[in-house]
């Protein structure tokens, strides 16, 4: 199973740009799909996140900001990144958990924030 995110890029300041991760199985086999990011020199950490039949959760530092959606029929989830600011640069990686399976994992897509 493959996922692939696309869709970063160089976004000033207070704008906004869509990530997007679409899978290569039924986004629908996935208990779960979240997006994590990496900053230079910082540990991955989880941004935001949803199971299956459930809503999206949030980190605190991009509650508000960013939205997390989902599109079955194109076996795709997206993260909507609004008002981003400088400390949002990273890389960003969507990854999903099935059942049996275990976690796969995308393979990064960088986003910069200019200030």
């Known amino acids: 199973v493959q996922l692939q995110a696309s869709g970063g890029g160089l976004v000033q300041a207070g704008g906004s740009l869509r990530l997007s991760c679409e899978a290569s199985t039924s986004i629908s086999s996935f208990n779960r799909v979240d997006w994590y990011r990496q900053a230079p020199g910082k540990q991955r950490e989880w941004v935001a996140g949803s199971i299956s039949s459930g809503s999206a959760s949030y980190a605190d530092s991009v509650k508000g900001r960013f939205t997390f959606s989902r599109d079955n029929a194109k076996n795709t989830v997206y993260l909507q990144m609004n008002i981003p600011k400088p400390e949002d640069t990273a890389v960003y990686y969507c990854?999903?958990?099935?059942?049996?399976?275990?976690?796969?994992w995308g393979q990064g897509t960088l986003v910069t924030v200019s200030s």
């Open positions: 990854r999903g958990d099935r059942p049996l399976f275990g976690a796969s």
